[in-house]
T-cell receptor, first 114, second 116 residues
Framework: DTEVTQTPKHLVMGMTNKKSLKCEQH?????MYWYKQKAKKPPELMFV???????INESVPSRFSPECPNSSLLNLHLHALQPEDSALYLC?????????????FGQGTRLTVV | AQTVTQSQPEMSVQEAETVTLSCTYD???????LFWYKQPPSRQMILVIR??????QNATENRFSVNFQKAAKSFSLKISDSQLGDAAMYFC?????????????FGDGTTLTVKP
């Protein structure tokens, strides 16, 4: 299984809503990532988890709250988002030991904030 | 800080022809990895090819090959016998060896159109 599965695929939420994005992988990867991607732009790294611990937070606003309940799951909790947060949110995973491996990406969640 | 530059925002190629996408990068490291990722309209980004900087031999994966020029810090992707399914956005990415793969530095991407 070389898949990273993200749910939901599409999400529309109001600025006062609370929602969560989910990401799952069963490749034994111990590094997991959240990215934000705007149209025709490269992905921007938001958070990195290594061995289920948050290792990098790229100065992301607190309205985005990541969670890694176990080595296979990664969540992104959303609260009080702004319209400019509308984007494709990608999850990825990789081995922590870097050499010779790449990141595996999910299909993303298309988020629209209204 | 490392930077990755893709100077061609858009490229087009006729089906069955060959196209080359350009990528340059800047680093002071001597050992690192370079990647080309493909992101079709279906959104999932997948690895096309990787190159290890300490290997002089250019990587090849079926119709995809790279021209890696370490001194020039250039890493171009050649797609031979282009197919309609090759239409996608292509990202060049750089990672030093002591960094998780997901923390790569990405270029701005090149959108490839394949004409039938």
């Amino acid at each position: 299984d070389t898949e990273v599965t993200q749910t939901p695929k599409h999400l529309v939420m109001g600025m006062t809503n609370k929602k969560s994005l989910k990401c799952e992988q069963h490749m034994g990867h111990r590094a997991m990532y959240w990215y934000k991607q705007k149209a025709k732009k490269p992905p921007e790294l938001m958070f990195v988890y290594s061995y289920e611990k948050l290792s990098i937070n790229e100065s992301v606003p607190s309205r985005f709250s990541p969670e890694c309940p176990n080595s296979s799951l990664l969540n992104l909790h959303l609260h009080a988002l702004q319209p400019e947060d509308s984007a494709l949110y990608l999850c990825a995973s990789s081995h922590v030991t870097y050499r010779g491996t790449e990141a595996f990406f999910g299909q993303g969640t298309r988020l629209t904030v209204v | 800080a490392q930077t990755v530059t893709q100077s061609q925002p858009e490229m087009s190629v006729q089906e069955a022809e060959t196209v080359t996408l350009s990528c340059t990068y800047d680093t002071s490291e001597s050992d690192y990895y370079l990647f080309w990722y493909k992101q079709p309209p279906s959104r999932q980004m997948i690895l096309v090819i990787r190159q290890e900087a300490y290997k002089q031999q250019n990587a090849t994966e079926n119709r995809f090959s790279v021209n890696f020029q370490k001194a020039a810090k250039s890493f171009s992707l050649k797609i031979s016998d282009s197919q309609l399914g090759d239409a996608a956005m292509y990202f060049c990415a750089y990672s030093p060896t002591n960094t998780n793969a997901g923390k790569s530095t990405f270029g701005d991407g090149t959108t490839l159109t394949v004409k039938p």
